[in-house]
């Protein structure tokens, strides 16, 4: 897609500018630098995207001419050194030899102040740059659209990062998310090489090797993550939750008081407390952490599943049809909801049919 990093199979002939902008063509970047890249022992690439010039072009100006505008505003920033193409419809890349990622933030910075003053337009920037830890330079463009992707994420402008271990944690979350676990795993186990103090690449670790079972790895994760940040609720409820299916009760419970303790809003160690008091037949403790985690006013519909079953335990039949009632108004569709009102049809002897 037109989106992939820049791979190495690219045309034969001579690399050719777009006369309208001034850039190359995405493929036509690629052979233009390709040679440079490899003699240079210091080189960075910068992707800019500009989402406005393919989605909002101003009236009566074709889209080309803002392109060429943003590539010559770019260049006043980049300097005359500077190599530029199209890699996809809003996203423009630079080729900057003999320069490092920490010589271009400023300047990168600068540029995405100056596209929003003189064109409106609104800018992210991705910087990334050779040599890089082990990374070969055929890794920089890789390494770059990780920079991007970490930078659309940043919370306000200038939406600008380089490429550095908390990139690489980004790009961890995005694997976990698509459900490649082991290609996550090896992201945050980089970004630990580089900097061991990222507690959320260590904590995002931990995550994966609790999911594939190795419990004791995932249990030793968490507890660095604690011995250097006491109070990171993260940690704090992960760590309870691993030694809870270590059969740890008592290490596990320690370990959400000390989240609570931390964040007395925290509304899952509430409930696996509760959970855990239920299960223990302390009903009237279960009920208390149940009613902490209600008056927070978060997860509601999961907080009335578990007011719901411990009324059903308690044998509070009216008060569990209540508490049913409302989490299913908030989701129709709450199987766990639907399956525990369904058991009180029955319990009460109604209609069968009803509760099938």
């Avoid at 100006?61 to 980049?78: H, K």
């Avoid at 059969?247 to 959970?275: D, I």
Wanted: include cysteine; hydrophobic fraction near 40%; charge should be positive.
């Amino acid at each position: 897609t037109e989106d992939q990093a820049p791979s190495e199979s690219c045309p034969v002939g001579a690399p050719r500018k777009d006369p309208a902008s001034g850039l190359f063509a995405h493929r036509d970047f690629l052979r233009a630098t390709a040679a440079d890249r490899e003699k240079r022992p210091v080189f960075s690439l910068a992707l800019v995207v500009l989402p406005e010039v393919a989605t909002q072009r101003r009236p009566g100006r074709p889209a080309e001419a803002d392109m060429a505008e943003v590539g010559s505003v770019c260049r006043q920033f980049f300097g005359p050194a500077a190599v530029g193409g199209r890699f996809s419809a809003s996203k423009l890349v630079f080729f900057l030899p003999e320069r490092s990622p920490g010589q271009l933030a400023e300047a990168g910075a600068d540029l995405i102040a100056a596209l929003a003053e003189r064109l409106g337009l609104t800018a992210a920037v991705g910087i990334a740059g050779y040599p890089c830890l082990n990374y070969a330079r055929t890794d920089v463009p890789e390494n770059c659209r990780k920079a991007l992707d970490h930078a659309l994420l940043l919370p306000q402008e200038p939406r600008l990062a380089v490429f550095d271990t908390l990139s690489l944690t980004v790009s961890g979350d995005r694997h976990f998310a698509h459900g490649d676990i082991y290609a996550a795993m090896e992201e945050y186990k980089q970004a630990l090489l580089s900097d061991e103090t990222n507690v959320l690449a260590r904590n995002s670790l931990g995550i994966c090797l609790a999911r594939l079972g190795r419990l004791a790895q995932a249990r030793a994760e968490f507890e660095r993550v604690i011995t250097a940040e006491p109070k990171n609720t993260m940690a704090l409820y992960n760590l309870g939750c691993v030694r809870q299916r270590l059969g740890e009760a008592a290490g596990a419970r320690t370990a959400f008081q000390k989240c609570l303790r931390a964040n007395p809003g925290h509304v899952s160690s509430l409930l696996r407390l509760g959970r855990m008091a239920e299960e223990s037949r302390r009903l009237e403790a279960a009920l208390k952490y149940y009613r902490r985690a209600s008056a927070t006013g978060n997860a509601p519909g999961l907080t009335l599943r578990h007011l719901a079953r411990l009324a059903l335990t308690r044998g509070r039949l009216d008060e569990a049809r209540e508490h049913l009632h409302k989490a299913l108004l908030l989701d129709p569709k709450d199987a766990f909801s639907l399956q525990l009102m369904a058991r009180l049809y029955l319990t009460e002897g109604e209609d069968p049919a009803i509760a099938e």
